[in-house]
């Protein structure tokens, strides 16, 4: 079983990008997926989540309105669309996938985890 974040790197405050995490070694399409985030010196904190079919999502309240995450359940594929980014966004990005369907604020109910991708946002 295998998480592949990408997508991370270096942008300026106001600017977007876009994470993928591609999921291989079983049926992600029947698993919530999530985004999680950590910054240097902090704990890892929740972002965004998504339910199995794609149909319900909640983010955190700090990227609410800025974040939007999507998947492509036949590619195996969960995406992190990131616009109006902040310094504070500054983080390495992991996603997870999750034990049952329904999306999770939870960590602890996310069994597997990908290595992470940096974004830096610059002020």
């Known amino acids: 079983v295998q998480l592949q974040a990408s997508g991370g790197g270096l942008v300026q405050a106001g600017g977007s990008l876009r994470l993928s995490c591609a999921a291989s070694?079983?049926?992600?399409?029947?698993?919530?997926m999530g985004w999680f985030r950590q910054a240097p010196g902090e704990e890892r904190e929740f972002v965004s989540s998504i339910n199995w079919g794609g149909s319900m999502t909640i983010y955190a309240d700090s990227v609410k309105g800025r974040f939007t995450i999507s998947r492509d359940r036949p590619k195996s594929m969960v995406y992190l669309q990131m616009n109006s980014l902040k310094p504070d966004d500054t983080a390495l990005y992991y996603c997870?996938?999750?034990?049952?369907?329904?999306?999770?604020?939870?960590?602890?109910?996310?069994?597997?985890w990908g290595q992470g991708t940096q974004v830096t946002v610059s002020s």
């Open positions: 070694g079983r049926t992600f399409s029947n698993y919530a």
């Open positions: 997870a996938s999750a034990r049952g369907g329904g999306y999770t604020r939870d960590e602890t109910q996310y069994d597997y």
